[in-house]
């Protein structure tokens, strides 16, 4: 097994992984224009959803996968209804709905933990990963396969989404000018929720495979929000696109910068990052 490929094979793990992170991040940013934290837990509450109900029910594993995603998206959907949709309503300003967010996250991931306990948990059912393939001198498991797949189609679907459809239309109308949408008849409340639901379950489906690759934790949503923020900003935050190769530079900045040091360095790497682009190019390698 040569460094060289296995490094390149990580770094692309990592990078679908956190771009899963990332676009669904970035779709809600660019159609609300606040960071929501909450985002993060998402990812838990996917991750958990296919534990309780694959492994502690016995579900069918696949059934489990779609309640999770479901379940993510519905609570996204409810998290806006319920909280962000009448702060913007009394034209709340992004801190307001910033420190919202924050406590929605603090309390979601709390009852993750008091459900499900703080230990470590891994999901039974493997969809593989005791199946290995050899790529160019590097191993990549059928689990970490399927994370790469389900992370190119869900790009490309949603690329599709955005550029063919008259929801995606409305979302980068939203994105430009909610007022000026809103002029134009479009059902800003609506399409928003629908957004807060589609980048939900994104998040969901990313728990999901992490879960599936390492295993969940209750603060598991933290790191993973943290990455993809850190994608979104240095890809040009509100932009998938720039989530995506965001995304995909911090996987290969991350792994190559742990080649001859300890992996605890990773996050500090994935920090100073974000500090460089802030500091040369805050507006992210693709301009809005």
Avoid: C
Avoid at 85 to 98: D, G, Q
Avoid at 148 to 177: P, Q, R, V
Wanted: aromatic share 12%.
């Amino acid at each position: 097994m040569g460094i060289i490929p296995q490094l390149i094979l990580n770094s692309i793990i990592a990078g679908a992984i956190y771009s899963l992170v990332a676009i669904g991040f970035s779709l809600i940013y660019g159609a609300t224009k606040f960071f929501n934290l909450a985002h993060g837990v998402m990812a838990a509450i996917g991750g958990y959803s296919v534990f309780y109900f694959a492994k502690t029910l016995g579900w069918d594993l696949w059934l489990a996968v779609s309640i999770g995603m479901l379940l993510a998206g519905l609570i996204g959907y409810g998290l806006d209804k319920i909280i962000y949709k009448p702060l913007r309503k009394r034209k709340a300003s992004n801190m307001v709905l910033l420190v919202a967010s924050l406590g929605a996250f603090t309390a979601l991931q709390a009852i993750i933990a008091i459900l499900f306990t703080s230990q470590f948990q891994t999901i039974s059912g493997n969809i593989g990963a005791q199946n290995i393939y050899e790529i160019f001198g590097g191993v990549i498991t059928q689990t970490q396969l399927i994370i790469l797949i389900s992370a190119i189609t869900i790009m490309a679907g949603l690329a599709l989404l955005l550029k063919y459809t008259m929801f995606g239309k409305a979302i980068k109308a939203i994105s430009d000018d909610e007022e000026v949408s809103k002029i134009v008849g479009i059902n800003t409340d609506k399409i928003i929720g629908y957004v807060f639901f589609i980048g939900s379950v994104i998040a969901g489906l990313a728990g999901i495979l992490v879960g599936f690759d390492t295993g969940i934790k209750p603060t598991m949503g933290l790191s993973l929000l943290l990455k993809g923020v850190i994608a979104s900003i240095v890809g040009g935050i509100g932009n998938i696109y720039g989530g995506v190769l965001g995304a995909f530079l911090l996987g290969f900045v991350e792994n190559f910068g742990i080649w001859k040091i300890s992996g605890e360095w990773k996050d500090a790497i994935a920090f100073g990052l974000l500090i460089v682009f802030l500091i040369f190019r805050p507006r992210g390698i693709i301009n809005n």
